[in-house]
C-alpha cells in the first residue's frame, strides 16, 4: 500500500516535496514512479527512480524535478522546483512492490497511491 502527501497551492516559481511511503510486508521495491493527471487529460509519467538509484524524466519537468528515494523507509520523494502553472495536477506515486502474504507467500504488485492534488496559481 502506498501514501502520498505534500501537495498544495503553491505560486509559480515556487517549490514543493511530495512524498509517498509503502507500508506492508515488503522484500523489495523495483521501479517507483510518480505520474500526474491534470483536468481533463490523461495521466502523464513524470518520472522514474530504480532500485539502484538511476533515474529519468519527462522532458516537460527535465531540470526542474529531482526524484529520490530511501530504501530504508521504503519511501520516494519529488522535489519539485521552479513550477509552473501546467504542472497543476493530482500527483500519483506508483511501484513495483514484492511483498510477502499472510501465507508467506511472494506477492508482486504494481501498487499506485491515491493521489495528492499540486496546484500553481498566483
Known amino acids: 500500500q502506498l501514501q502520498a502527501s505534500g501537495g498544495g497551492l503553491v505560486q509559480p516559481g515556487g517549490s514543493l516535496r511530495l512524498s509517498c511511503a509503502a507500508s506492508g510486508s515488503i522484500v523489495r521495491i523495483d521501479d517507483m514512479n510518480w505520474y500526474r493527471q491534470a483536468p481533463g487529460k490523461q495521466r502523464e509519467w513524470v518520472a522514474v527512480?530504480?532500485?539502484?538509484?538511476?533515474?529519468n524524466y519527462a522532458n516537460s519537468v527535465k531540470g526542474r524535478f529531482t526524484i529520490s528515494r530511501d530504501n530504508a523507509k521504503n519511501a520516494v520523494y519529488l522535489q519539485m522546483d521552479s513550477l509552473k502553472p501546467d504542472d497543476t495536477a493530482v500527483y500519483y506515486c506508483?511501484?513495483?512492490?514484492?511483498?510477502?502474504?499472510?501465507?508467506?507467500?511472494?506477492?508482486?504488485?504494481?501498487?499506485w497511491g491515491q493521489g495528492t492534488q499540486v496546484t500553481v496559481s498566483s
Open positions: 527512480i530504480r532500485n539502484g538509484g538511476s533515474s
Open positions: 506508483n511501484a513495483q512492490i514484492l511483498s510477502k502474504n499472510v501465507e508467506d507467500s511472494y506477492v508482486a504488485e504494481n501498487s
